[in-house]
């Protein structure tokens, strides 16, 4: 019985590799183009819902591929949809394609000097994030499907969604807007990946959570009421700033005592506060604003309704009164526990068992969350720092940097997921 184990083991293995060799030439041909593709975009970064260069250098590469194309989607995005030989389910495959705001201070030969117009002013571009590598990751995947229809049960759907990091003030955009335009409809999708390189991650390393993975972001403005004195007779007034300590006090008890923990982590943070305009007056009004952000959706309602309910009557226990008014920016990155089940043997397959590692939450968003709350999705994260790098620096900042030997995991990745989810 052992031996017929160990038999059926090594079979299972055999059958592993075999299938993930099935793609092994595409892969080795794809590399070196899918580097040139980063690094060509990475030279010419855009804005969020400015994409228009980048927009088309994918609308271009899809067409020659012969796959159906959709352009202008929530504003740049790209949809592209691949068509099996045989009828199956739908899944799709996510990339951001926007970059920042930022300086770029690397020292290579593909660096940034790109400016653009940002809130009226003009700014250094950069791929800051790594979407880039996102975008060039997709476009491998889609040139290797797209030769190999054959293998296919079904149908992939290909997402080049712009504006990740939030469309400019005033203007719609991003995962949200592209959902709204029906991106998950017609053919209606069963299912959705995508991927986020990390520059603290080492290449050829994948990292995941179930369930909450990144958190809703959600943005509070509370606005204090008092009554106006003079500073040295606080008996003829009410203090809107003492009752803001007394609020901000009362709020991170939602945290500590209220919300369970154990279950997942929570944060508020006020991170302003306006009120009085010299020392010797007790202001009438003070405005606070923060944010909040949970990774469960139980929790994100409990610490929601206990704002509400807290807020005011703290207020009213001084003799003010207080509103507050709480807007989601991001919903739950949440990684749907069965589809994470079902397809680490694919990672594990691409990566190997010890490559496939746990992560812990990030209280960081990820506006990806938006296609998941329609369907079950699953978002994982793509090492792409040079292993024994003692200095990799975090996204958003002028010194990113991503070692380009860890791209092809990725489009491994998203290619052997995607046949072994339609193929199941
Ligand atoms: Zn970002
Ligand atoms: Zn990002």
Known sequence: MKK????????????ASVLAQNFEKDYKAIESRVIEWRREIHQNPELSNREFKTAEKIANHLTALGIEVQTGVAHTGVVGILKGKKPGKVIALRADIDALPVLERNDLPYK????????????????????????AILMGVAEILSNHTDKIKGTVKFIFQPAEEGPP????GGALL????GVLKNP?????FGLHINSQTPTNVIRYKSGGTMAAAQKFVINVIGKQSHGARPWSGVDPILISAKIIDGLQTIISREAELTNEAAVITVGKITSGV?????????????TIRTLDYDMKALINKRMEEMVPTIAKAYGGEATI????????????PDLVTQMIPSLNKVAGVNNVQTQKAVTGAEDFSYFQREI?????????????????????????????????????ALTEMSIDFLNK
């Not at 017929?4 to 059958?15: E, I, P, Q, S």
């Not at 592209?178 to 335009?181: H, L, R, T």
Request: proline fraction near 5%; glycine fraction near 10%.
């Open 4 to 15: 017929l184990l160990v038999c059926l083991l090594f079979l299972a293995g055999n059958l």
């Open 112 to 135: 940034s000097t790109v400016k653009a117009n940002f809130k009226g002013e003009e700014v250094p571009v950069m791929h800051a994030c790594g979407h880039d590598t996102h975008t």
């Open 169 to 172: 003030e005033g203007e719609e």
């Open 178 to 181: 592209m959902v709204k335009e």
């Open 188 to 192: 209606d999708v069963d299912a959705i």
């Open 278 to 290: 010299r020392f010797n007056i007790i202001p009438e009004s003070a405005e606070m604003i923060g």
């Open 325 to 336: 008014e709480i807007k989601d920016a991001t919903d739950i990155t949440y990684n749907d």
């Open 376 to 412: 079950p999705g699953f978002f994982f994260f793509l090492g792409g720092m040079t292993p024994g790098n003692t200095e990799s620096f975090p996204h958003h900042t002028p010194d990113f940097i991503i070692d380009d030997s860890g791209l092809l995991l990725g489009v491994k």
